[in-house]
């Protein structure tokens, strides 16, 4: 069970919050290769999901608006969509349990609803959001039944029929739902979550302070680098001239819908590699270290930066983190989040604040004559302020972690203390370690 508790010291961990809990939901996805006739009633089955979706919103407007009576409880949504079942027969073709799915859906779209409509009351500069009718559905959900495994390469679908399937590895644990998807590029996905044994380990000793940026994608305390691979900067050039070919083909064509597919899928190859990167960057750090420091970034106000936004985006540092945090919590490990402010401009060794602009990527020090780069000794600050937050949360008494926290356990040195070996560099790639000079 995992939960994220605030502890004194602006500092955010996620850490296990039950050590009795066994089980979590975990998500395989498999690609599927549906044929021609299977492709048009997957079609048929979205198309009236969207329809039923859209009747349902439309019935709790018109029943809200005429007697003030709200139709959005998930058990009279229920009534509705069997209502609606009854009064048009065409909605029999799809799977009962599937209906049941888009009530559920538009019951969550209105608890979000009134839950933004809360926080903007409290005074949370939050949209609102009332839920709209939807132009397409991208997926449908079996959430007990309705689908099974006919061989090592098949999967069985009610309504639609035993759809050849990848099974590259085998689905854990138990089967809960069954969700299909597809994305624009037009390639369809399997999604089983499952509710599996958690995976016990033994937690790692050693603790490490990471700081995000563009110029490197991780900077360690340690003085350990991981090159950012800038994904979308290395395939601006081909996307470019895929928009350009889209651009030229004739609206309503066949050939402006092939352009467009191959655009789309372009831009899934990246983002796919993209996702590959976080994955293995952010395993490896959990396999190395029990305890991880980061900052806790607010990335919407960092995207008002027009010069910088695009690369941010690229480097997408929340869903790195997102990775960091539930695979921490798996391993047994904890992940902490401290407050960001100044985390650069404080020197590491005797606290002394030393502005400096972005462009300044060496941090100098003129009172205690500190010199290294500025990643590095904002990574330094950031696993000082989390061994604070810990020590405070420890004379309050505040249940923690029982990791070991000693610096040896790992090489890391506290902040200020001298380090004799040069720093290193891990390579996005492979991540191996390079060395780099001090004033690197």
């Not at 949209?127 to 709209?132: E, H, L, N, S």
């Not at 293995?280 to 420091?293: P, Q």
Request: charged share 30%; glycine share 6%; hydrophobic share 30%.
């Amino acid at each position: 069970m995992q939960q994220d508790v605030d502890e004194p010291g602006n500092i955010r961990r996620s850490q296990f919050a039950c050590r009795t809990a066994r089980t979590t939901l975990r998500t395989f996805k498999y690609r599927i290769y549906p044929s021609g006739k299977q492709l048009t009633r997957l079609d048929h089955q979205f198309s009236l999901c969207r329809e039923m979706y859209n009747t349902l919103l439309k019935r709790c407007r018109e029943g809200y608006r005429t007697d003030g009576t709200r139709l959005n409880g998930r058990n009279r949504l229920y009534r509705m969509t069997k209502d609606i079942k009854d009064e048009e027969p065409k909605f029999n073709t799809v799977y009962s349990q599937s209906r049941q799915n888009v009530a559920d859906r538009l019951a969550k779209a209105y608890q979000h609803f009134f839950r933004r409509v809360k926080e903007r009351k409290a005074g949370r500069q939050v949209k609102v959001g009332y839920p709209r009718a939807k132009r397409r559905v991208i997926s449908i959900t079996y959430p007990q039944f309705g689908f099974r495994f006919t061989g090592e390469d098949k999967l069985h679908v009610s309504r639609i029929g035993s759809i050849p399937i990848m099974l590259h590895r085998l689905p854990q644990g138990r089967i809960k739902t069954l969700t299909i998807k597809r994305n624009r590029a037009g390639q369809w996905f399997a999604c089983f979550a499952c509710e599996v044994d958690e995976d016990t380990r033994t937690p790692i000793d050693g603790e490490v302070g990471i700081d995000v940026g563009i110029e490197h994608f991780v900077t360690l305390s340690d003085g350990s680098v991981i090159e950012n691979p800038r994904h979308l900067l290395k395939s601006e050039k081909r996307a470019k001239r895929l928009h350009r070919r889209v651009s030229r083909k004739k609206k309503g064509s066949r050939d402006r819908r092939t352009a467009v597919r191959r655009l789309a899928r372009y831009h899934i190859y990246v983002a796919d590699q993209r996702r590959d990167f976080l994955h293995r960057t952010s395993r490896a750090l959990v396999d190395r270290y029990g305890t991880i420091a980061v900052e806790k970034l607010n990335e919407s106000n960092m995207l008002k930066n027009h010069c910088l936004a695009k690369h941010i985006q690229d480097a997408s540092w929340n869903t790195f983190i997102d990775m960091l945090r539930y695979k921490a919590v798996a391993a047994g490990g904890e992940l902490v989040e401290v407050d960001p402010r100044n985390t650069s401009q404080i020197c590491s060794r005797c606290g002394d604040i030393v502005p400096k602009a972005l462009s300044v990527r060496v941090h100098q020090c003129p009172r205690c004559g500190f010199e290294t780069h500025r990643d590095v000794n904002a990574a330094l600050n950031i696993l000082a302020r989390a061994r604070a937050g810990r020590a405070r949360s420890h004379a309050c008494g505040n249940p923690t972690s029982t990791l070991a926290t000693k610096a040896g356990a790992s090489g890391i040195a506290e902040a200020g203390t001298k380090r004799d070996e040069p720093f290193g560099a891990i390579d996005a790639g492979s991540l191996r370690l390079y060395r780099l000079s001090d004033n690197s």
